[in-house]
């Protein structure tokens, strides 16, 4: 089977490549020439664990290639996912400019049926728009083809997202023809093998479905972290609530972490695109209004702690901010929290030193050279008045706090994931902080 996907951002890469992995012949078609010509070379545009040799052995045994011309790739396939890009608009709603233009590019060169799937997060009511848009195209032409259109939206993680994509909980397909169905099944065969399941519903369903699951996740953070700031002030401890309830199964233990809020590309454009689908069909969310409001708040939390702790006065103090990136494992650092309190320490007349494995270069094109980026967490801590902890690496897990101490101007740590187990810092000379307790 061959397929052709538009689009070689980190959801379009990852299927090509997963897709190629399991024997499919895969075509991925990108309108950035200069991007095609690095990933022919190998040269990968995201970090993402265990993708450059996925795509490096699929280039080589010639199920994966990269080419600028969606006219070369489409003969043969069988189906096409779009995978562009859904930026926000200025209203939050998901600006579909480009995944109609592909629609309309195919629509103008396919010469056979084709599954048009949109892999993209798009709003309910996508498909039809698509739908339309290769109508008229082929109208245009004057040519009858037959072709359908679907929606297969995708449930990677970043950092994790080769294993999502093998090893599905489920594969979420949107159909509304039995051709469809068969092509996408055998298509996706090959992932159902160990009983997961793949799960065929209606076109609108499956397109709600991606933000039905995204918001309840983000509301799940939210919830926590709002359970947490009142564990603060009551004496509570969010550690041992967590465990406490997660422990109930239908609660159950993951993706309880309070932290100093969601990130991202997904969560934060997701529910405001969702919001906005809302306001759209004049039905308020209430229920997300607030999710959304709380992980506003969440973002200032580690200043507010900073101010408290220096009673207001950081002007000329130097940080350290360790972790960069919106969640480890990743070097993406779309709607970063780190971001939120880096500006408000600058803002505030301190100096900000940063460490991130991986994410220092793409922090670099959001903060210029507003700040030192150091070659590893000690340097950071140098003379800091405090470290700031924003993304929980390993690599931060266990470091040497003696020696933290000496180099430090005063032994202070916040704490913004709960990585760090405090009564031992606390014997250690050091003033601890974290998120959801009496501190
Ligand atoms: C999220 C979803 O988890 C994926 O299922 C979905 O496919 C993806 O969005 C998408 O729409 O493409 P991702 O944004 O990569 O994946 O990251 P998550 O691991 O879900 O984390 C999102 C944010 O929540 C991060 O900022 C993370 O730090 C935060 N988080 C997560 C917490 O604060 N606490 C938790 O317990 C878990």
Redesign the pocket.
């Known amino acids: 089977m061959k397929v052709v996907i538009a689009g070689t951002g980190?959801?379009g890469l990852v299927t090509g490549a997963c897709l190629a992995e399991v024997g499919t012949e895969v075509v991925c078609v990108d309108v950035d020439a200069a991007k095609i010509t690095r990933l022919q070379n190998g040269i990968l545009p995201i970090y993402e664990p265990g993708l450059q040799e996925i795509v490096m052995r699929n280039q080589e045994s010639k199920r994966l290639s990269f080419t600028t011309e969606m006219s070369a790739a489409l003969p043969g396939a069988e189906a096409v996912f779009i995978a562009v890009g859904t930026p926000p608009g200025e209203d939050g709603s998901a600006d579909l400019q480009y995944v109609l233009q592909v629609a309309g590019q195919i629509g103008q060169l396919m010469e056979q049926y084709l599954v048009i799937v949109t892999k993209s997060?798009v709003p309910v009511g996508t498909a039809v728009r698509v739908n339309r848009a290769v109508k008229e195209a082929l109208s245009a032409r004057q040519r009858l083809l037959d072709y359908d259109v679907a929606s297969n939206?995708?449930?990677?993680?970043?950092?994790?997202?080769i294993n999502?994509f093998l090893k599905p909980d489920r594969i979420v397909v949107g159909v509304n023809t039995s051709r469809a169905r068969q092509t996408l099944e055998q298509l996706y065969r090959p992932f159902l093998l160990n009983g997961h399941p793949i799960l065929f519903m209606d076109i609108a369903s499956a397109e709600m479905t991606?933000y039905a699951?995204?918001a309840m996740?983000?509301t799940?953070?939210s919830y926590?972290?709002d359970i947490a700031n009142l564990c603060g002030l009551a004496g509570a401890d969010i550690n041992q609530v967590r465990k406490g309830i997660g422990s109930d199964p239908r609660i159950g233990k993951?993706?309880?972490?309070?932290?100093?809020?969601?990130?991202?590309?997904?969560?934060p454009k997701?529910v405001k695109a969702l919001l906005q689908t809302g306001r759209e069909y004049g039905y308020q969310l209430r229920i997300l209004d607030a999710v959304e409001a709380v992980n506003e708040d969440q973002k200032q939390l580690l200043f507010r702690k900073v101010l408290r702790h220096f009673d207001g006065n950081i002007r000329n103090k130097k940080f350290a901010v360790w972790g960069l990136s919106?969640?480890p494992n990743?070097d993406?650092m779309r709607?970063?929290?780190s971001l939120v309190l880096i500006r408000s320490l600058l803002e505030a007349g301190a100096t900000v030193s940063a460490y991130d494995p991986v994410a220092m270069k793409e922090a670099a094109t959001y903060l210029g050279n507003s700040i030192t980026f150091t070659d590893d967490m000690y340097s950071a801590a140098e003379n800091a008045a405090a470290i700031l902890l924003a993304?929980e690496w390993n690599t931060f897990r266990m470091p040497d706090w003696l020696r933290l101490r000496n180099l430090m101007q005063s032994p202070v740590l916040f704490d913004g994931?709960n990585i760090y187990d405090d009564v031992q810092l606390i014997k250690l000379g050091f003033t601890y902080y974290g998120i959801g307790k009496s501190a």
Do not use: Q
């Open positions: 980190y959801v997060t939206p995708e449930f990677l993680k970043e950092g994790a997202a999502d991606k699951a995204n996740l983000a799940r953070i926590m972290n993951h993706f309880l972490y309070p932290g100093i809020g969601y990130g991202g590309s997904c969560f997701d919106f969640k990743t993406d709607e970063a929290p993304t994931r």
